[in-house]
T-cell receptor
Framework: EVQLVESGGGLVQPGRSLKLSCAAS????????MHWIRQAPTKGLEWVAS??????????RDSVKGRFTISRDNAKSTLYLQMDSLRSEDTATYYC???FGVGHHWFAYWGQGTLVTVSS | DVLMTQTPVSLPVSLGGQVSISCRSSQSLVHSDGNTYLHWYLQKPGQSPQLLIYRVSNRFSGVPDRFSGSGSGTDFTLKISRVEPEDLGVYYC?????????FGAGTKLELK
């Protein structure tokens, strides 16, 4: 059974940093691209970043480019999102997600999410 | 960015009824590889989104055949027949043909 468990969320002041983790199990992590998607309170879904299976290619939405870094440790089956220079508009529940097929680039399995609140 | 326009925003339904949700994109979702990367999700209250339909019309594992997807190019539809209580929630379309991937704003399926 595919399991994705996010952690690392919390309350952080504007301008500070936070690092999210997503522990994966139940599939061969190193074979699949991974993604972060967020959802601001009472709002819709927004894709944030993606990373290739090897970690050699990364993709970001413009609003987080230069501030967020997606990375992975295939030996630990863990996905990360380093978030720097946080802004109030980054407040959201952050989900990690994975496809169900190699080479697929949509989100089949989602974690339960971790809440990031950026506020002074 | 590709704008995904979902209608309606809210959709009242009676149990056992049939509904359709529309999703239109601001540009064609046909990828250079020939595939169309348009997908549908349901988010139930307090839960993570769950994949229903991938690549326009393919039901994900475990999704009942009451759910069906259709469309092409820029115009797509999700149909739900014989609506059951567990179908209530917010439905989103997603395009993953073009970066950045973009979602529709959502359609809330609720009881009349």
């Amino acid at each position: 059974e595919v399991q994705l468990v996010e952690s690392g969320g919390g309350l952080v002041q504007p301008g500070r940093s936070l690092k999210l983790s997503c522990a994966a199990s139940g599939f061969t992590f190193s074979n699949y691209g991974m993604h972060w998607i967020r959802q601001a309170p009472t709002k819709g879904l927004e894709w944030v970043a993606s990373i290739s299976p090897s970690g050699g290619s990364t993709y970001y939405r413009d609003s987080v480019k230069g501030r967020f870094t997606i990375s992975r440790d295939n030996a630990k089956s863990t996905l990360y999102l380093q978030m720097d220079s946080l802004r109030s508009e980054d407040t959201a529940t952050y989900y990690c997600a994975t496809p169900f097929g190699v080479g697929h680039h949509w989100f089949a399995y989602w974690g339960q999410g971790t809440l990031v609140t950026v506020s002074s | 960015d590709v704008l995904m326009t979902q209608t309606p925003v809210s959709l009242p339904v009676s149990l056992g009824g049939q509904v359709s949700i529309s999703c239109r994109s601001s540009q064609s979702l046909v990828h250079s590889d020939g595939n169309t990367y348009l997908h549908w999700y349901l988010q139930k209250p307090g839960q993570s989104p769950q994949l229903l339909i991938y690549r326009v019309s393919n039901r994900f594992s475990g999704v009942p055949d009451r759910f069906s997807g259709s469309g092409s190019g820029t115009d797509f539809t999700l149909k739900i027949s014989r609506v059951e209580p567990e179908d209530l929630g917010v439905y989103y379309c997603l395009q993953s043909t073009h970066f950045p991937y973009t979602f529709g704003a959502g359609t809330k399926l609720e009881l009349k």
